[in-house]
């Protein structure tokens, strides 16, 4: 089945600079990445998606970048706030399995200011 | 978005009692929801996947005499943690999935086992 890989599992960075996730997935067949934002205790949010006839989507400060043949999607966000301080999950819908979303061990983003 | 709603949103029981959490898609109909259990500090990890009108399809390793879930409408799904234990506790988290790729999370529910 498919397994997605992400890192790293924590991320500090000063405001204003940028912050890079990765992940990688091992489903050829996986046709849809979506990145979700979790703050402390609360539902995960959709924060951009990516499929995969797409090398790469932004919108405003956030970015997704994908490379089918290395089986990696990259999440990219520039100008970091420290509101942007959340955890990061990356994840992957396999092909023909009803939807079902395979995520990322996460990457705790923190932005000091 | 569309909005999912979960019921309870916290519940405390004690050991070997049964707990049933309620997952409602409230502005559209779903014929498929998700059920995910998340850890502190960790992913989000499936459960089970939960189709109107038929039976759950459990992950690998999950018990599906200890997890009942039941699927009886196109807008509720409901997950019964049945003789639950201390290591039960976690954040239970639902989906609703929309269409092909488009799933609404829940806001969850906290359970803790004493």
């Known amino acids: 089945g498919e397994n997605v890989e992400q890192h790293p599992s924590t991320l500090s960075v000063q405001e204003g600079d940028s912050a890079v996730i990765k992940c990688t997935y091992s489903?050829?067949?996986?046709?849809?990445f979506p990145w979700y934002k979790q703050e402390l205790g609360k539902r995960p949010q959709l924060i951009i998606d990516?499929?995969?006839?797409?090398g790469e989507k932004k919108d405003q400060r956030i970015a997704v970048t994908l490379n089918k043949t290395a089986k990696h999607f990259s999440l990219h966000i520039t100008e970091t706030q420290p509101e942007d301080s959340a955890v990061y999950f990356c994840?992957?819908?396999?092909?023909?399995?009803?939807?079902?979303?395979?995520f990322g061990q996460g990457t705790e983003l923190s932005v000091k200011p | 978005g569309a909005v999912v709603s979960q019921h309870p949103s916290r519940v405390i029981c004690k050991s070997g009692t049964s707990v049933k959490i309620e997952c409602r898609s409230l502005?559209?109909?779903?014929?498929?929801m998700f059920w995910y259990r998340q850890f502190p500090k960790q992913s989000l990890m499936l459960m089970a996947t939960?189709?109107?009108?038929?039976?759950?399809?459990?992950e690998q390793g999950v018990e599906k005499d200890k997890f009942l879930i039941n699927h009886a409408s196109l807008t509720l799904s409901t997950l019964t943690v049945t003789s639950a234990h201390p290591e039960d506790s976690s954040f239970y988290i639902c989906?609703?999935?929309?269409?092909?790729?488009?799933?609404?999370f829940g806001p969850g529910t906290r359970l803790l086992v004493l």
């Open positions: 939960s189709n109107e009108g038929s039976k759950a399809t459990y």
């Open positions: 990516i499929r995969s006839n797409v």
């Open positions: 994840a992957a819908i396999p092909l023909g399995q009803g939807g079902k979303l395979i």
């Open positions: 502005d559209f109909q779903a014929t498929t």
């Open positions: 989906s609703a999935r929309l269409a092909e790729e488009t799933q609404y």
């Open positions: 489903d050829s067949a996986s046709n849809y």
